[in-house]
């Protein structure tokens, strides 16, 4: 699941940076191929180490979180290539989906615009959020659309002119809903890590874990993220149905990141 995560994200960045990665791609899949009978280097997973670092040092400042995970579990890869022990490598797994989940909470408790509701407040004034579900609110998918045109024609005006615009709430209260889901994210969250962390292989805990990526996918499609949590998720869990339910997340996320919808 993670090698097929991982050719449709490089596919998706096949082209940036191809002057570098057309002779990383040739050298490992020549060296591959004569020697991938005689070597124990896991030949194509350093390969991929290597197409993933290229485009953390040209684009250390715009590549998304997802991408930081990518390359750490593509390491715990590499290492149980040559220490060979499983539980080292659910460990390593373990604690990188604590630290993931943890820093999460850790930025949103840090961020003020977000702590105090701003954030999601102006996304789901904009319909950037949940917006799968404003077609069964018409008058609300009208307010978010009008809030999008007001803030395009704000941004082409003068900035010096200090023109300004008020959205419109597309939900009555929205000001406190938005606090509430605050609050419920940050607490979902903390939750979700406390769980991995000391109950890794527990039912509930990936019950849980399960719902949050769904829940997340469901306000947003966080298709790369949530992918990588899910391959986490399948990594540590030890539940049939389960794991299944993780298989088709993979799968969907990976379908989605293909075809270029969400945000991969």
């Not at 789901?124 to 077609?135: C, I, P, T, V």
């Not at 209260?173 to 419920?184: A, G, H, N």
Request: hydrophobic content about 55%.
């Amino acid at each position: 699941m993670l090698l097929l995560m991982l050719l449709a994200y490089l596919f998706i960045l096949g082209e940036d940076q191809i002057f570098w990665k057309i002779p990383v791609i040739s050298v490992g899949l020549i060296t591959w191929l004569l020697f991938r009978n005689k070597t124990k280097h896991p030949i194509v997973w350093i390969m991929v180490f290597l197409l993933l670092l290229i485009d953390l040092f040209y684009s250390y400042y715009w590549v998304a979180n997802h991408h930081f995970m990518l390359i750490f579990m593509v390491l715990s890869v590499i290492l149980y290539s040559y220490h060979n022990q499983q539980r080292i490598f659910i460990k390593n797994i373990q604690i990188l989906a604590v630290i993931v989940v943890l820093a999460s909470v850790v930025h949103k408790v840090l961020s003020s615009q977000f702590i105090n509701g701003d954030f999601y407040y102006h996304a789901l004034n904009l319909g950037s959020l949940f917006k799968y579900f404003f077609r069964f609110f018409p008058d609300s998918v009208e307010l978010a659309s009008s809030n999008t045109e007001g803030l395009k024609l704000l941004h082409g005006t003068d900035p010096n002119l200090c023109e300004s615009i008020i959205l419109k709430n597309v939900f009555p209260k929205l000001r406190v809903i938005s606090v509430m889901l605050v609050w419920l994210t940050i607490i979902v969250e903390f939750i979700v890590a406390m769980a991995i962390l000391l109950k890794p292989k527990n039912k509930w805990t990936h019950l849980i874990f399960i719902a949050m990526i769904i829940g997340v996918l469901c306000t947003r499609l966080e298709t790369g993220f949530m992918s990588l949590l899910a391959i986490s998720g399948l990594i540590l869990c030890s539940n049939r149905k389960l794991s299944m339910l993780y298989i088709l997340i993979i799968l969907g996320c990976i379908a989605l990141i293909i075809t270029k919808i969400g945000y991969h």
